[in-house]
């Protein structure tokens, strides 16, 4: 009986999950069709050299536009942009 009420919440979980990501893929692409589906955000990049010191060296690289996605959540490979209005800068470990 306690693993079929467990079994139960992980599906309705996992239903609720595949509900809100399909949501907002439609939403989304209803705001493709009106032309505002997308965004630009202006993403600052610099690159961490390690050292043979064992420091880390920080290199400035130049700042992109990146474009990203008006939803919740990341899709066709870009992410969302109201997470990387709040993260503008990337750093790249090499």
Request: with cysteine; net charge positive; charged share 20%.
């Amino acid at each position: 009986m306690r693993k079929r009420s467990i079994a139960l919440t992980f599906a309705g979980l996992a239903s609720v999950l595949l509900a809100l990501y399909v949501g907002d893929y439609v939403f989304l692409w209803l705001r493709i069709q009106r032309g505002n589906g997308f965004g630009s955000v202006t993403v600052r990049r610099y690159y961490a050299v390690p050292q043979k010191s064992g420091k880390i060296e920080f290199l400035q690289a130049e700042p992109q536009d990146q474009t990203c996605v008006r939803s919740l959540l990341p899709h066709m490979s870009d992410a969302p942009c109201w997470y990387l209005r709040r993260n503008t800068e990337q750093r790249i470990d090499i």
